[in-house]
Structures are given as C-alpha cells and as structure tokens.
C-alpha cells in the first residue's frame, strides 16, 4: 500500500494537469480517432477477404463450367490423330516454325494455330504449347519460302466441316487442302522419307556473266545450254558431303552427309513476257540452305565465274565459298511416306498418305498464290539479277583447310532429317 499510493498520486495530479490545459479532451479525441481508425482497417480487411473470395469462387466456378464444356466437346468430338496438307505462300512470313520468344515475326504456324483454336479444333491452352496436341511439321521452311504440299501432324477435334473450318480462320495465302486419320505414333518429320522441292527462276539466270541484264525479258535458254545445267544438276546425285552448302558444319560432321535422288530442270515457259524454268530436287532430307546454294554453285559455273571442278572440291575437306541464290523462288512441293504407306496404307483402316485427289486443287493453289507472287516479285524488285551481280565478288579458287572452335561454335539449326530450307 506504500507503494502503490505515490504510483495514484502521480497519476491523479497528471490527470488535473491534462484538464487544466485542455490536453485531456486531445487525449480523449485521439484515444477515440484510434479506435475508429482500427475499426476500419478491420472492415477493409474483412471486406478485402470477401471479395477475394468471391473472386476465388467466380474463377473457380468459371474453371469448372470450361472444364465441363472442355469434357462435354471432348464427349462430342474425341480427338484424332490427323495429317493436315497445307499450300501456302511464304512472301511476308518468317518462315514456317513458330518462334513464341519472337512472337513480332509472323510465320506460317502462327495464323495456322491462331486457325486451329478459332474453328474449335484445339482447346485455346494449347494454343501457347502446342506439344500437348503432338504437333509436328514435316519440313521447316525458310523465311519467303513457299509450299504447295507441306504436312503436319496433330491431335485435333473432328468436328463438322473440319478443313472448312480452319480455312474460314486463315488468310487466302494460306490453305489447309486435305486431311486424312493416322496412326496414334505418326510423327510428319520422323516419317518423312523424301522431300521434293522446286525452285522458279528466270532463265536470264544461266546467260553468259557478259549478258545485258537490262533487258531479262529478251534472253531465251538455248537447248545446249539447258543440257549442260542438267548435266551438272544430275553430278549432285547420291551421297555427299555438303558441309559447305551450310552454316557452321565441319567436314567431319556426319549430319553433312545428305542423299540426293533427282535434280534438274525442266523446260522453260513465258510468264509476263519473261522466259522462266523450274528446277526440281528430291533427296532424302536437306539442311538450311542447301538447295539455294546447290542451284547458287551451278549458276555461277554456267556464267563463267567458276571452273566446274569446284563441284567436286565442295564435297571435300575443304572450306569453298558457294553462293546461295535467293529465297524467292523456292517452294516445298510435296512430301514423301512411302515406308509408312507400305506398313499402313493397306490395312483397312488407314489411308495411304498420297493426295491424286487434292492434286487439282494444289495446282489451283500454285497458279493462283504462288507462281503469280514469284513471277510479279521477280520483274518488279529483280531479285535473281540483283543476286547475280553480287557473283563476281565470290572467290571459287581459293580453298581454307577447315577450322573449328568448340568453345564458340554454335549449333546450327538443321538437323539430321530436319528440312529447313
């Protein structure tokens, strides 16, 4: 009690003091503006966790009503394994592949995907990842490049008027022209055993290096001269390595190593007043390039800025400087499965993967996107003869033991079986 009373006392004369200065109805004020604030940062909170709940239960309920439709779609229209036959031409899009870290280079695959979800044929989340429906190109084409018989594989929904569908999502330039069932293990780029491409170009092309350009639309190919380009086109046959027909591969890579089946060109033909030929190439499989710099080496031999020996010393160990003519005229014609024709295509209930019946609609395709983009490009912008004047800059004697840096070198792009040119 001795204690506590001094403890009474200070506080009693503390209080007189607060009311003498009028510090006590401050206190009162500020003991009670405390409280009301506490109060309603207790109703925010509150309010804060309904509304998060609420949210959580709207997401929630919305998840469960797009899982329901996705099952009910899945009831209606179960997946299938399918090989969709594309034609499309290239100008304006970077190539095939999609490339999501890139997403402001449109390719070929992005309106196709963009096609694929809008018509219902894959669920929208699949869209970001399209290995969930095993897709898989058959051929990897480079930016420009064109094809009048690309196919991809996939799991799609067959729904009602499937190719009709896709197509009302997808520019003119691009069609899905066939569709046929496979089996659940098809892969379009592990199947593939050939692939044929063809490449436009202006006969001016193989004129003498001494021809006068200016005037394209008056040169025409002599019958000699379109025998020695086959003569040369058909040394390409067979095996060989074509390390330099390509970007960073060694001599000694084995992936180098392609197999050639055909190679020529076929006569020449008047488009808009100007002398045109298509050459054709079929092999096994074809890095990035190749093809552009196999018909690149033959020209600049034709011309007379190299000797024809130099064929010969691109297969070798030694680094050769092969031009590589351009993209423009290229175009993925169509694509081969015989082995699996010859597993499947006669079971009953599998369809050989041959399109007879869509072949007048792929020449429609050609005649009306293609050959008309190649042929106006050509006379307008004239890329080949702007090409064939950067020729005499090329070096074709001078030859370099190959060098590589493992530290440095970077992995080129074009795989074993993995066509991209």
Same mark, same amino acid.
């Given at each position: 009690?001795?204690?506590? /009373?001094?403890? @009474?006392?200070?506080?009693?004369?503390? $209080?007189?003091?607060?009311? #003498?200065?009028? !510090?006590?109805?401050?206190?009162?004020?500020?003991?009670?503006?405390?409280? /009301?604030?506490?109060?309603?940062?207790?109703?925010?909170? /509150?309010?804060?966790? +309904?509304?998060?709940?609420?949210?959580?239960?709207?997401?929630?309920?919305?998840?469960?009503?797009?899982?329901?439709? =996705?099952?009910?779609? +899945?009831?209606?229209?179960?997946?299938?394994?399918?090989?969709? @036959? *594309?034609?499309?031409? !290239?100008?304006?899009?970077?190539?095939?592949?999609?490339?999501?870290?890139?997403?402001?280079?449109?390719?070929?695959?992005?309106?196709?995907?963009?096609?694929?979800?809008?018509?219902?044929?894959?669920?929208?989340?699949?869209? +970001?990842?399209? %290995?969930?429906?095993?897709?898989?190109?058959?051929?990897?084409?480079?930016?420009?490049?064109?094809?009048?018989?690309?196919?991809?594989?996939?799991?799609?929904?067959?729904?009602?008027?499937?190719?009709?569908?896709?197509?009302?999502?997808?520019?003119?330039?691009? #069609?899905?022209?066939?569709?046929?069932?496979?089996?659940?293990? &098809?892969?379009?780029?592990?199947?593939?055993?050939? #692939?044929?491409?063809?490449?436009?170009?202006?006969?001016?092309?193989?004129?003498?290096?001494?021809?006068?350009?200016?005037?394209?639309?008056?040169? $025409?190919?002599?019958?000699?001269?379109?025998? $020695?380009?086959?003569?040369? &086109?058909?040394?390409?046959?067979?095996?060989?390595?074509?390390?330099?027909?390509?970007?960073?591969?060694?001599?000694?890579?084995?992936?180098? /190593?392609?197999?050639?089946?055909?190679?020529?060109?076929?006569?020449?033909?008047?488009?808009?007043?100007?002398?045109?030929?298509?050459?054709?190439? #079929?092999?096994?499989?074809?890095?990035?390039?190749?093809?552009?710099?196999?018909?690149?080496?033959?020209?600049?031999?034709?011309?007379?800025?190299?000797?024809?020996?130099?064929?010969?010393?691109?297969?070798?160990?030694?680094?050769?400087?092969?031009?590589?003519?351009?993209?423009?005229? @290229?175009?993925?014609? $169509?694509? =081969?499965?015989?082995?699996?024709? %010859?597993?499947?295509?006669?079971?009953?209930?599998?369809?050989?993967?041959?399109?007879?019946?869509?072949?007048?609609?792929?020449?429609?395709?050609?005649?009306?996107?293609?050959?008309?983009?190649?042929? +106006?490009?050509?006379?307008?912008?004239?890329? *080949?003869?702007?090409?064939?004047?950067?020729?005499?800059?090329?070096?074709?004697?001078?030859?370099?033991?190959?060098?590589?840096?493992?530290?440095?070198?970077?992995?080129?792009?074009?795989?074993? !079986?993995?066509?991209?040119?």
């Amino acid at each position: 009690m001795v204690k506590i /009373r001094p403890l @009474l006392s200070a506080l009693v004369n503390q $209080r007189q003091t607060l009311v #003498r200065n009028g !510090g006590f109805s401050r206190f009162l004020c500020t003991m009670t503006e405390a409280a /009301r604030d506490e109060q309603t940062a207790k109703q925010l909170k /509150r309010a804060n966790e +309904e509304n998060e709940d609420s949210t959580e239960k709207v997401q929630a309920a919305k998840r469960i009503k797009a899982e329901g439709e =996705h099952t009910e779609d +899945e009831k209606k229209y179960p997946k299938k394994k399918v090989v969709l @036959l *594309m034609a499309y031409c !290239g100008k304006g899009y970077y190539g095939m592949q999609r490339n999501p870290s890139a997403s402001q280079f449109r390719t070929i695959e992005d309106d196709l995907v963009t096609a694929l979800i809008k018509s219902g044929c894959i669920p929208e989340n699949h869209g +970001e990842d399209m %290995k969930k429906t095993s897709f898989q190109r058959c051929a990897r084409t480079d930016k420009g490049v064109s094809a009048a018989g690309q196919v991809v594989s996939l799991k799609v929904r067959m729904i009602e008027d499937v190719m009709e569908k896709i197509n009302e999502h997808l520019p003119p330039q691009i #069609r899905v022209l066939g569709l046929k069932r496979v089996t659940q293990s &098809f892969n379009s780029k592990n199947n593939c055993d050939a #692939r044929t491409y063809c490449y436009m170009l202006p006969t001016v092309a193989f004129s003498p290096k001494d021809y006068d350009t200016g005037n394209i639309a008056a040169f $025409r190919l002599e019958p000699e001269t379109l025998q $020695r380009v086959n003569r040369l &086109f058909s040394l390409y046959k067979g095996t060989h390595n074509f390390h330099n027909f390509t970007s960073q591969k060694a001599p000694n890579d084995p992936s180098a /190593r392609r197999y050639i089946t055909e190679m020529s060109c076929g006569e020449p033909f008047i488009r808009s007043n100007t002398e045109f030929a298509v050459i054709t190439v #079929r092999g096994q499989s074809f890095m990035m390039h190749q093809i552009r710099k196999m018909i690149g080496l033959v020209i600049a031999v034709i011309k007379g800025y190299a000797k024809e020996d130099v064929m010969e010393r691109s297969w070798g160990q030694e680094k050769v400087d092969v031009p590589k003519a351009p993209g423009l005229g @290229l175009v993925l014609e $169509r694509v =081969h499965f015989d082995r699996y024709n %010859k597993r499947f295509g006669g079971d009953g209930l599998h369809e050989r993967l041959e399109w007879e019946r869509e072949e007048e609609a792929i020449q429609a395709f050609k005649e009306a996107h293609i050959y008309p983009t190649i042929v +106006e490009t050509e006379c307008q912008e004239g890329a *080949m003869v702007s090409w064939m004047a950067t020729l005499p800059i090329h070096d074709f004697e001078a030859t370099a033991v190959y060098t590589r840096d493992n530290k440095n070198q970077k992995q080129d792009n074009a795989d074993v !079986g993995n066509d991209s040119d």
